[in-house]
Structure formats: structure tokens, C-alpha cells
């Protein structure tokens, strides 16, 4: 089993930047892809970001590419989202989620992943 747990999250003003951190325990998720996701206030939980196991393919949603970027220290065994330009549309709560190992499905597909941490919340005031 893995175990995730987000950190870094905060109340920020519009333009201002955040720095989600996900940091896995149980075993290794090096061989794991990985992903955030977030849920505002009555909405469905969506994709945000993904990297693949070995670092070497990400993958954005449109709201959010350019502004946000995703990286992975496996030696950590951390993954990083970091979060430039925030708007008040960023406003949710941000879920850190893993695959299992080595699987290949879409990594926009919030079915595709099997561990999920509690969430920590991000606030952008206007």
C-alpha cells in the first residue's frame, strides 16, 4: 500500500504562486505514475497534472498549462506541483493521486489511479 500526503497548500492572491508537495509513504512510488488532482465547492474532482514513473512525460489540463508544472524526486519520494499565476478559478482542494505500478492508461482519467491522499486546500483571493 502507499500512503500520500499533500502539503504547502495556503491562501494566496490572485498572480501569486504555490508550491504542493506529495510525499508517499509504504514503498517506493518510483515506479509509479502520478498525478494531482483538485474539487472546488460543489463540482467533480478534475485532472490537473501527471507525470509519468520515470519523470519523462507530463501532462496538463488546459486551465492550467503554462501556469502550473509538475516534477517528481523519487529519491525523496516526492512529487511537486508547482503553481504560478493563480487565479481565483484555482480555488479547490488538491488531491495528490499514484498508479500502479507501470501502468500505461490515460493519465487524464481520475479511475486510472488507485491511491489518493486527503487533499490540501488552496485558496486565491481576487
Known amino acids: 500500500q502507499v500512503q500520500l500526503a499533500e502539503s504547502g497548500g495556503g491562501l494566496v492572491q490572485a498572480g501569486g504562486s504555490l508550491r504542493l508537495s506529495c510525499a508517499a509513504s509504504?514503498?517506493?512510488?518510483?515506479?509509479?505514475?502520478m498525478g494531482w488532482f483538485r474539487q472546488a465547492p460543489g463540482k467533480e474532482r478534475e485532472f490537473v497534472a501527471a507525470?509519468?514513473?520515470?519523470?519523462?512525460?507530463?501532462y496538463y489540463a488546459d486551465s492550467v498549462k503554462g501556469r502550473f508544472f509538475i516534477a517528481r524526486d523519487n529519491a525523496k519520494n516526492t512529487v511537486f506541483l508547482q503553481m504560478n499565476s493563480l487565479k481565483p478559478d484555482d480555488t479547490a482542494v488538491y488531491f495528490c493521486?499514484?498508479?500502479?505500478?507501470?501502468?500505461?492508461?490515460?493519465?487524464?482519467?481520475?479511475?486510472?489511479?488507485?491511491?489518493w491522499g486527503q487533499g490540501t486546500q488552496v485558496t486565491v483571493s481576487s
Open positions: 509504504g514503498r517506493t512510488i518510483s515506479n509509479n505514475g
Open positions: 507525470i509519468s514513473w520515470s519523470g519523462g512525460s507530463t
Open positions: 493521486a499514484a498508479r500502479r505500478a507501470y501502468y500505461g492508461g490515460n493519465y487524464y482519467v481520475r479511475s486510472n489511479y488507485d491511491y
